[in-house]
């Protein structure tokens, strides 16, 4: 079997073999495959399944998340979250609202989700120090190390930022071209991250790479 046969027959393995993804979500899926111009930066079941667990298992009281995107990731989080407890979301696109507010007003979690139109470097500063919990970054990956640092003093003590996309198709292992500025701040944030004793942190080699930070 070629390796990419293997690797798909063990992808197709996995979500056999774990939660099934909810109607909702697959219904999402769907329709940015057929609608949007990039559907590939929808989180997808298993990461999803992923974010549910490990609210889940964190139990935060608040949660961020810088790049909305569909909101996929976003109901996913929510539904790991306790009755109580909260999620803001930011997205920059505002193309994409509509699309957003309209599976939020359809699933049950919804009503724990806060959208928030904007960029996150203006958004961020008004939330209250040492706010939240539990962040996850997918955003625009240029802007990585900049959002990192606008997030860090947000998160309390013991809290997690989970960073997405930091292994990037491979490209962190070869020299980028001179305009791959997404690439560049991948590479930069991660050479950034390795060294902050701020933090706590493992990358995780889960689809597209998922780095797990704690705060110190």
């Known amino acids: 079997m070629a390796d990419q046969d293997r690797f798909e027959s063990i992808e197709e393995y996995i979500l056999a073999h774990i939660d099934e993804e909810p109607e909702l979500l697959r219904q999402m899926h769907r329709e940015a495959h057929v609608k949007l111009l990039h559907p590939t930066m929808v989180s997808g079941h298993l990461q999803g399944r992923v974010l549910k667990m490990l609210v889940e298992m964190i139990r935060p009281r608040r949660v961020l998340e810088i790049g909305t995107y569909t909101g996929y990731a976003a109901l ?32 049950p979690h919804g009503k724990q989700i806060t959208l928030h139109m904007g960029d996150a470097h203006g958004i961020i500063p008004g939330f209250g120090d040492a706010y939240f919990d539990f962040v996850f970054l997918d955003a625009n990956k240029r802007e990585y190390g900049s959002l990192y640092e606008a997030a860090l003093p947000k998160v ?19 020299t980028p071209e001179s305009n791959d500025w997404q690439t560049k701040g991948i590479i930069e944030f991660n050479g950034k991250l390795a060294v902050d004793n701020r933090v706590e942190k ?6 597209d790479g998922l780095t797990l930070i704690r705060k110190k």
Not at 94 to 107: G, K, V
Not at 156 to 174: M, P, Q, R, S, V
């Open 156 to 174: 309390k003590e013991g809290g997690f930022i989970l960073a997405d996309n930091t292994l990037w198709h491979g490209k962190i292992l070869e």
């Open 76 to 107: 996913c989080m929510a539904e790991g979250l306790a009755d109580d407890a909260e999620l803001h979301t930011i997205e920059i696109d505002d193309e994409m609202e509509d699309f957003i507010r309209s599976y939020f007003s359809r699933s």
């Open 202 to 207: 493992v990358i995780l080699p889960l689809r």
